[in-house]
């Protein structure tokens, strides 16, 4: 198995990048590489002599900044980091690729290199939200699809069906729609008709409409919303940790709302692993990343979806 790692990805590149890679390497299966990407100077200067063996580097010159527009920095910089290692996945070099480095860009050159799945309308951002019994549920789309259609809402669900049925082995996973109420009526006439699709629907186990107060109990194990509707929603139980973190409140059922633990964010849809981390990973974020992209390869996430929207 061989991962590839943006080194220049995030607000702390390269140091917590590589450190992060090299905290994942010390408890990941031997048989296990990472393939760094980046400047190849910077990154000598934080590798360990022991675990070299199980790291590659591939050196790039540039990297894309945080703020760089996505398809102008994609074409002036063709060979920096991030379009490399999504060039790499194409190439079936590396079997997933992670990268805390620029959101936009990570989603253009994966739709523009390695393609969306045939069938699939738009490609999604699937996130995880603690539960109050233990474990999380799924939240999809979180950001890469501002407005959306009933039938893309719908292909969402099958989407995060496939992935909850995966990473937590979920026989039937329990499908819930983000509403502003549970009545079939409520909410915009997108919603309405995502509702009627949805409950249509014999792919999943859809159990109706569910509200904001539904997120963290055990009414659904994936939650579909449209991107705008789901950044929010993360954002908002991000800053909850925050200030709870900052007085003292945390408990266990709280710390798990910490980014670090989740570590990335799987583009679901597109032909390959790919997973964004948040821009202020640190080298634990990092680590966990590197963690459910294991995941996502033994679990054949894609190969799944591929034969779902094929049949």
Known sequence: MRIGLDAMGGDFAPKEPILGAIEALRLLEPETSIVLIGDEEEIHRYLPDDLSHRIEILHTPKAIGMGEHPVKALKEKPEASIPTGIGLLKMGKIDAFCSAGNTGAMHVASMFTIKTIPGIIRPAIASLMPKEEGGFGVIIDVGANADTKADVLEQFAQLGTIFARGIFDVHQPKVGLMNMGEEESKGPPTIQAAHQLLKMDQSINFIGNIEGRDLFNSKADVIVCDGFTGNVILKMAESFFDLLKSRDKLDPFFERFDYEQIGG??????????L????????????????QAEKMIKSEITKKIQEFFRD
């Open 276 to 291: 964004i981390g948040h821009g202020v990973s640190n080298r634990n974020a990092i680590s966990h990343m590197i963690f």
């Open 265 to 274: 964010s799987p583009i679901l849809g597109i032909n390959g692993n790919v």
